[in-house]
Structures are given as structure tokens and as C-alpha cells.
């Protein structure tokens, strides 16, 4: 069994309004040095899979395949 | 500039039907091996100090105060 940990981001320079609406309520409560906020998704994915190589190879193809909008965002993983 | 990459997650044993529905979608692409799906956020805040000490102490306050529901979800992050 491994565990994976999904990180899916935005790509660059992509306006942001979740990140953007939480930056704001940050402000409002005091926090005036915050530079930027962006918001992504994490999702983490139980394998019956022994060998961590062929859990990346999987992982890779599900970001591809589904996880990921690869027009609009990036994906990166850490296999544990 | 400190940048922090926050992980919120739901709690243990809470209901998660955004996971639930992920799953279904990678069984049905042919991703049997799937165990579970979590679905969680991912924040990224860029942070105007040069103190780590005085960047994780707030944003740890910002967890509490703003972006954890702490009744249902638990919170960890990197300061980078």
C-alpha cells in the first residue's frame, strides 16, 4: 500500500478569485503584510501498489487522465 | 518574503463525497487498485517577513481564524 499526495496548482499569471477573496478576508482580519495567496487542491490517493515506481507511473497517468486540467494547471506528487 | 504551503484535510472517518466520486471516476478509467480518495486544499501564501519563527506563529493564526474549520477539518504546513 503507498500513499500519494497530490498537489494540483493553477499555472501562473491564471487569475485566482478563490485566492484572491481569501487574501482579502486576510487583510480585513489584520494580516497587511501578505503578498498573495493562490488556492489549489490536494488529493490524497490510497494504492494497493507495492512497488513505488509503478504507484508513480499510475499516479502520473490519473494527473493526466483526470485529476489534473493540464490547459490550466500544474501537478506535482510525493509517493510515501 | 516567506512562502507557506498550507494542507487542509478533512478529519478522520468524516464523509467526503468529492473523494467518494473521484474514486468512481478512476475505478471507472480502470484504476482498480484504488483503496481511498481524499480530497482536501491546498494553500499557497506568500508572506512579507524575514522572520520564520514570526511567519509560522501567524500563519498558524490564520489556520485557526480563517482557513481550517477546525470542527471538521485538520490543518498542517511548510514554511519555506
New interface residues.
Given amino acids: ?1 503507498v500513499e500519494a ?1 497530490i ?3 493553477l499555472k501562473k499569471d491564471l487569475a485566482d478569485p478563490q ?1 484572491i477573496t ?1 487574501k482579502r ?2 487583510e480585513a ?1 489584520g ?1 497587511k ?17 507495492d512497488d513505488k515506481i509503478e504507484a508513480e507511473k ?1 499516479i502520473r497517468q ?1 494527473c493526466e ?3 489534473a486540467n493540464p490547459i490550466i494547471e500544474d501537478y506535482s506528487f510525493k509517493i510515501k
Fill in positions: 500500500m499526495e498537489y494540483i496548482t485566492g481569501i478576508a486576510l482580519l494580516y503584510n501578505v503578498e498573495k495567496v493562490g488556492m489549489g487542491k490536494l488529493i490524497i490517493i490510497n494504492l494497493n501498489c499510475q490519473m487522465r483526470l485529476l
